[in-house]
């Protein structure tokens, strides 16, 4: 089985910064797709950033040339950096990810972390 764990959330100032983290374990083989999602209270999840293996990345438009998705398959990792944040920018942000463990299918499957909140105030 797999294990993804969030870090690097809290409370910020509009404007601010933040790191989020998730690593994970477990009988990994290979990291396929892995996103971040966020979700608002009173409205659904909704799909934040992309990576793909190759490093090719997506945004919502929300959050384009704010938010920078990157991965570090050696820990492995994936971070979210989250830069000049608002306050619609407030949810707990997941990490989501396709991957492929030892015994599993060779396309991978979908594992989520339990979430970290961001809150954005002054």
């Known amino acids: 089985q797999v294990r993804l764990v969030e870090s690097g959330g809290g409370l910020v100032q509009p404007g601010g910064s933040l790191r989020l983290s998730c690593a994970a374990s477990?009988?990994?083989?290979?990291?396929?797709?892995m996103c971040w999602y966020r979700q608002a209270p009173g409205k659904e999840r909704e799909l934040v950033a992309r990576v793909t293996r190759d490093g090719t990345t997506n945004y919502a438009d929300s959050v384009k040339d704010r938010f920078t998705i990157s991965r570090d398959d050696a820990k492995p990792t994936v971070y979210l950096q989250m830069n000049s944040l608002k306050p619609e920018d407030t949810a707990v942000y997941y990490c989501n990810g396709i991957i492929r463990t030892d015994g599993g299918g060779r396309f991978g499957e979908d594992y989520w972390g339990r979430g970290t909140q961001v809150t954005v105030s002054s």
């Open positions: 477990g009988s990994i083989i290979s990291i396929y797709t």
